[in-house]
Nanobody, 124 residues
Framework: QVQLVESGGGLVQAGDSLRLSCAASGDSISTYQIGWFRQAPGKEREFAAAISWSGGNTYYADSVKGRFTIFRDDAKNTVYLQMDSLKPEDTAVYYC?????????????????WGQGTQVTVSS
């Protein structure tokens, strides 16, 4: 099985950028579809972005499209989420997750493994 560890979160101002990392161990990320989800204070967890096992397909929620980019580095066994033009509404705990199926990119109940999350806070 795969273990996932997120890092790269922090406190930034609106308009700034952050790059989150999802480092995998125990298995290759090429085996899985990797998704990023986020949970804002008092809100349900929601889909943000995903990348296919091959890296050839990426998917984004409308709320982050054009601002966030998901990509992978197989040599480092890591998936990244580049977040640009951050807004206060992006404030959330961000989780990466791995799916064995790959038939759905946005449903969290179809992801099998989850990281512990990393906090992103965007101030006005």
């Amino acid at each position: 099985q795969v273990q996932l560890v997120e890092s790269g979160g922090g406190l930034v101002q609106a308009g700034d950028s952050l790059r989150l990392s999802c480092a995998a161990s125990g298995d290759s990320i090429s085996t899985y579809q990797i998704g990023w989800f986020r949970q804002a204070p008092g809100k349900e967890r929601e889909f943000a972005a995903a990348i296919s096992w091959s890296g050839g397909n990426t998917y984004y929620a409308d709320s982050v499209k054009g601002r966030f980019t998901i990509f992978r580095d197989d040599a480092k066994n890591t998936v990244y989420l580049q977040m640009d033009s951050l807004k206060p509404e992006d404030t959330a705990v961000y989780y990466c997750a791995a799916s064995l199926t790959g038939w759905s990119h946005s449903r969290e109940d179809e992801y099998d493994y989850w990281g512990q999350g990393t906090q992103v806070t965007v101030s006005s």
